[in-house]
């Protein structure tokens, strides 16, 4: 065989590896975790966490939790400023309504898509929607 045919298969050879780990590389990429888990006791890195200068407006968690169902009225859900969507909800009470999102009720589930908000961010977010009446 020829020195040129050599390299030349040598070239594809090499190529062919180079393609094959670049295939590798790109599915492991893609089947990897979103994220991890930390437990106590692990050395999980030196990311720190959020922090807050307190709690959020009942219009910003409106807007980054509760809008995609309130906003069109999702699966029934009682729109923002829609007097007719809240009138058998108003005769429940503020507590009621309040305990409906941090339980549940119906299709929306337990805090409602807002799962780092505290008691104090629901309440706001509730009377944010009911202010807009």
């Known amino acids: 065989m020829k020195l040129g045919s050599l390299l030349a298969l ?15 590389n790109a ?3 893609r089947i990897r975790p979103a994220g991890s888990v930390c437990l106590a006791g692990d050395e999980c890195g030196s990311a720190a966490p959020a922090v807050t200068s307190g709690p959020r407006s009942g ?10 169902c309130h906003g069109a009225g999702v699966l029934g859900a009682p729109r923002l400023a829609i007097a007719d ?3 058998d909800r108003l005769d429940q009470g503020f507590e009621t309504l309040v305990d409906h999102v941090v339980n549940g ?6 805090m409602g898509t807002c799962t780092n908000c505290s008691q104090e961010e629901i309440e706001a ?9």
């Open 10 to 24: 040598a070239g594809i050879v090499v190529s062919t590896m180079i393609f094959a780990a670049d295939r590798d």
């Open 27 to 29: 599915l492991i990429d």
């Open 59 to 68: 219009q910003a968690v409106y807007e980054s939790s509760c809008f995609a």
């Open 85 to 87: 969507d809240w009138a």
């Open 105 to 110: 009720l119906g299709a929306m589930p337990a």
């Open 125 to 133: 977010s509730v009377q944010y929607m009911l202010d807009s009446l």
